[in-house]
């Protein structure tokens, strides 16, 4: 199979690789590709399994990495017990990646994430973490974007993953200020697990915001719901938050709205 000639490169330079495989579609393909040039003796995943990652997300990266023959571990990056981390701050990520990345230095020399040329233009603090220490960004390197990673992805035969919509880990739901609980994300990835059980897989969000609960929904999907099934909708997360704080429905917007600069 032919890949880009500098993506190519950027994997197979390495004399070993650790990649941080999140579930994501970014991290997943970017594993395949890796297989793909330097064999899976010669790729390990790593994945972290926190109260911050969707179950299902972490199901995805065993059945992907079964499937694909591949070496995988399973750790504890250690952000829950960083004070930093939980206090939810702005560069809220500086301190989740920091943590990630130090515990896969220790088990291997150079670490690849699945970054692609479109996260450079958001507001990233976890690639202040990555800089600090010395993760490799193959797509970057390939200058790939996002539609560039999907399209290998089915060039690698990842099927439906490739399809997979974003989906940053379940504390970026809460909003900027408010403590990390992992009882809180735990709420919100039962809800978002109903959600996508009523709706399929559409970009959606369970936002904990100050005044309260807050479903975002993939704009032309939200308009086409009827009043009815909005206030279904409503009823049944209410019925898994079990709280008084209201719930209220929108359209989808991005996550970086919760960022006070």
């Known amino acids: 199979?032919?890949?880009?000639?500098?993506?190519?490169?950027?994997?197979?330079?390495?004399?070993?690789?650790?990649?941080?495989?999140?579930?994501?579609?970014?991290?997943?393909?970017?594993?395949?590709?890796?297989?793909?040039?330097?064999g899976a003796d010669r790729v390990t995943l790593c994945h972290a399994v926190s109260a911050a990652?969707?179950?299902?997300?972490?199901?995805?990266?065993?059945?992907?990495?079964?499937?694909?023959?591949?070496?995988?571990?399973?750790?504890d990056a250690g952000e829950f017990a960083d004070p930093a981390y939980r206090a939810n701050p702005v560069n809220?990520?500086?301190?989740?990646?920091?943590?990630?990345?130090?515990?896969?230095?220790?088990m291997g020399p150079l670490v690849a994430a699945g970054t692609n040329?479109?996260?450079?233009?958001?507001?990233?603090?976890?690639?202040?973490?990555?800089?600090?220490h010395g993760v490799l960004h193959p797509f970057v390197t390939a200058q790939m974007s996002k539609?560039?990673?999907?399209?290998?992805?089915?060039?690698?035969?990842?099927?439906?993953?490739?399809?997979?919509?974003?989906?940053?880990?379940l504390a970026s739901?809460?909003?900027?200020?408010?403590?990390?609980?992992?009882?809180?994300?735990?709420v919100i990835d039962r809800v978002e697990v109903m959600?996508?059980?009523?709706?399929?897989?559409?970009t959606l969000r369970c936002r904990l915001l100050r005044g309260g609960w807050v479903i975002e929904i993939d704009p032309p999907v939200y308009a086409a719901l009827s009043a009815q099934q909005r206030a279904e909708i409503g009823s049944e997360v209410e019925r898994i938050t079990r709280d008084d704080r209201p719930?209220?429905?929108?359209?989808?917007?991005?996550g970086s709205a919760f960022v006070h600069q």
């Open 53 to 75: 990652v969707p179950a299902a997300a972490t199901a995805r990266v065993k059945e992907f990495a079964a499937a694909q023959g591949l070496q995988l571990k399973l750790v």
């Open 173 to 186: 739901r809460i909003e900027t200020g408010l403590r990390v609980e992992p009882a809180d994300l735990a």
């Open 1 to 38: 199979m032919t890949l880009p000639a500098a993506l190519y490169s950027a994997l197979e330079a390495p004399h070993s690789l650790t990649i941080a495989l999140s579930g994501g579609i970014d991290s997943l393909t970017l594993s395949a590709a890796a297989a793909e040039v330097r």
């Open 195 to 202: 959600l996508k059980e009523m709706l399929g897989q559409v």
């Open 92 to 106: 809220r990520c500086y301190f989740c990646k920091s943590n990630l990345y130090g515990t896969l230095a220790r």
């Open 247 to 254: 719930v209220n429905l929108r359209a989808y917007s991005r």
């Open 147 to 169: 539609a560039d990673v999907r399209a290998l992805a089915r060039t690698l035969g990842l099927g439906d993953l490739a399809e997979l919509p974003a989906a940053p880990c």
């Open 117 to 132: 040329t479109d996260d450079l233009s958001d507001y990233r603090p976890g690639l202040q973490a990555a800089k600090e």
